[in-house]
């Protein structure tokens, strides 16, 4: 192809497998790496990463998460390092307060099935549209002017079960109680589409749907595909369907290894699959032979690979993937999770030259 395509239509050929001008780009950053890189030239934070990039994702228009409490954040413990709050899901987490790392956990509110069924269930069913309609348009009208691919976004059932059960406790109600975990994703999910619905009800039509969900570890899968199947999987099912049902591809999110249900995602109609992440196993090389005729992959490249600041080792790790994913026409560029600080703005500037050069078509 030797036409130019705007940024919308390179993701979308890319999610179809369709032939495209150069691969599609877009990345994700920590906080942290982000005040090193504007120390080492950046300017305009996250937006002017992804200006340099070239990234072909316009904003997010729209961004749901089913909080039973969506007005509770309340401070229940300080001191001058940390701060803890009981937050929307009912769960008391720990934070520093001068850098990003992922919360410790103190507890969960919702301990058992009884609990979920007298307070915390009433008030995800209760709950009527609080998905913000008019920032999502402006937002669209924004990403339409850019020509960008623009998506909606959200957390699935397998999340959430953590975000309100924690991990202990969703593991071991899935042996014990298998019914309350069902009745939780399936609520949890007609709570989200509700809300997903009335974005485009409303005339707001983004080109995705794009949802988070952390379902697996570095070895495999936190439940069995056999358990995955049975409870989570449908809802998974009922938002990929929504999306396509609403002229939206669908990319699904999670961290781990997940290649032991890679036939359900496959299943379940999943366009693409981020972020492939290689310390758990997860490579396109392997991948684009079984699935790239019906999947997408968007990720893989190797942090561990950025952090040592080798440029030599960057580019055959960009080199290697992107010749994968380029076998079948699907594939995005971005890291296997979010780029690190240790990876100085100089290496990134390189790694993106790396990625134009080698994700021609």
Not at 54 to 73: E, L, N, T, V
Not at 78 to 89: A, K, P, V
Not at 93 to 104: A, V, W
């Amino acid at each position: 192809m030797t036409s130019r395509l705007t940024s919308k239509e390179r993701v979308t050929r890319a999610m179809e497998r369709r032939d495209q001008d150069r691969v599609p780009r877009h990345d994700s950053f920590w906080q942290d790496t982000i005040n090193r890189w504007e120390k080492e030239g950046l300017e305009g934070s996250h937006a002017g990463a992804h200006a340099r990039l070239g990234s072909d994702f316009g904003m997010i228009c729209g961004i749901y998460w089913p909080h039973p409490f969506p007005d509770q954040k309340r401070v229940i413990a300080e001191d001058d390092e940390t701060i803890s709050i009981l937050d929307q899901w009912g769960a008391s987490t720990k934070s520093f307060k001068d850098h990003q790392t992922t919360p410790e956990h103190l507890g969960w509110e919702c301990d058992s099935a009884e609990t979920w069924h007298e307070r915390f269930r009433p008030a995800i069913v209760n709950q009527e549209v609080r998905i913000d309609i008019d920032g999502a348009r402006k937002l669209q009208e924004q990403g339409s002017r850019e020509a960008k691919w623009c998506h909606i976004t959200g957390i699935e059932p397998f999340e959430i079960l953590r975000k309100l059960l924690g991990d202990v406790s969703s593991l071991m109600a899935m042996a014990e109680d298998p019914e309350w975990i069902a009745d939780i994703c399936e609520v949890t999910t007609d709570n989200s589409l509700m809300n997903l619905q009335a974005l485009v009800d409303a005339g707001i039509k983004p080109d995705g749907l794009w949802v988070y969900g952390d379902m697996a570890y570095n070895h495999a899968t936190m439940c069995s595909p056999d358990f995955y199947q049975r409870i989570v999987w449908p809802s998974h099912k009922r938002l990929c369907d929504w999306a396509h049902q609403n002229n939206m591809k669908f990319i699904y999110h999670t961290d781990g290894d997940v290649n032991g249900v890679m036939d359900l995602y496959r299943k379940a109609g999943f366009d693409c699959l981020q972020p492939l992440e290689c310390k758990a196993n997860m490579d396109i090389r392997n991948l684009v032979p079984d699935y790239g005729d019906d999947m997408s992959f968007f990720g893989n490249v190797d942090v561990m690979a950025m952090i040592g600041n080798d440029l030599e080792e960057i580019e055959a790790e960009v080199v290697a993937k992107i010749t994968a994913g380029k076998e079948k026409r699907g594939y995005i560029y971005h890291s296997d999770h979010s780029v690190p600080p240790q990876v100085s703005w100089k290496t990134y500037c390189a790694l993106i030259e790396m990625v134009k050069e080698h994700g021609e078509y």
